[in-house]
């Protein structure tokens, strides 16, 4: 392959992701403040104020972590997504560390959780992609993934101007023509 595709970031499922995440801190913080009126209307664990305000504290956390991640996403000049010669150059999710090898890759399959599809890319070396990580947060977040599908790389079309089943035949067909031409 001579040519290289280059999948851009989605603006659009950006501006989305952003305005969920403010909502949802929105929300936590009206449930941190309004604590003690769940005490007659709720199950039993959630009677409990320092429990509703322990779960409120940490969905603003997270979900504010995720508010900006996405705004600093938006203002991200790079291409979310590179396929050449070299390999698949990761830029769409918080836990990409850039060019992932076609020599690294020995399978790529999809996996589903809930409503979100991704693909797996499983390499000979996942420690290698581990190191390439900029920060413990993002080496932190490849050793969960890790854990519980295999390998610390994933990627999904939630931020990427593209639909995830045509992403998915482009890189199993790139995948194949590539593999073994290192």
Same mark, same amino acid.
């Given at each position: 392959?001579?040519?290289?595709?280059?999948?851009?970031?989605?603006?659009?499922?950006?501006?989305?992701?952003?305005?969920?995440?403010?909502?949802?801190?929105?929300?936590?913080?009206?449930?941190?403040?309004?604590?003690?009126?769940?005490?007659?209307?709720?199950?039993?664990?959630?009677?409990?104020?320092?429990?509703?305000?322990?779960?409120?504290?940490?969905?603003?956390?997270?979900?504010?972590?995720?508010?900006?991640?996405?705004?600093?996403?938006?203002?991200?000049?790079?291409?979310?997504?590179?396929?050449?010669?070299?390999?698949?150059? +990761?830029?769409?999710?918080?836990?990409?560390?850039?060019?992932? !090898?076609?020599? +690294?890759?020995?399978?790529?399959?999809?996996?589903?959780?809930?409503?979100?599809? $991704?693909?797996?890319?499983?390499?000979? +070396?996942?420690?290698?992609?581990?190191?390439?990580?900029?920060?413990?947060?993002?080496?932190?977040?490849?050793?969960?993934?890790?854990?519980?599908?295999?390998?610390?790389?994933?990627?999904?079309?939630?931020?990427?101007?593209?639909? $995830?089943?045509?992403? !998915?035949?482009?890189?199993?067909?790139?995948?194949?023509?590539?593999?073994?031409?290192?």
């Amino acid at each position: 392959m001579t040519e290289k595709i280059e999948i851009p970031l989605s603006k659009n499922k950006l501006f989305l992701g952003i305005g969920g995440s403010i909502i949802l801190v929105v929300l936590a913080i009206w449930l941190v403040i309004n604590a003690d009126e769940f005490q007659e209307h709720s199950i039993q664990l959630l009677r409990n104020p320092m429990v509703i305000k322990a779960a409120g504290t940490l969905a603003i956390l997270f979900f504010g972590a995720t508010g900006i991640y996405g705004c600093r996403k938006l203002l991200d000049k790079k291409v979310g997504l590179l396929i050449d010669s070299n390999g698949i150059t +990761d830029n769409s999710n918080a836990s990409s560390v850039g060019l992932i !090898e076609w020599n +690294d890759i020995f399978e790529i399959k999809t996996q589903q959780v809930m409503s979100t599809k $991704f693909l797996l890319i499983n390499v000979i +070396d996942s420690e290698k992609y581990i190191g390439k990580a900029k920060s413990g947060l993002k080496a932190r977040l490849m050793r969960t993934n890790m854990k519980m599908y295999g390998t610390p790389l994933s990627i999904t079309s939630n931020t990427l101007k593209y639909d $995830f089943e045509k992403l !998915e035949q482009l890189i199993q067909a790139e995948f194949n023509r590539n593999k073994n031409l290192g």
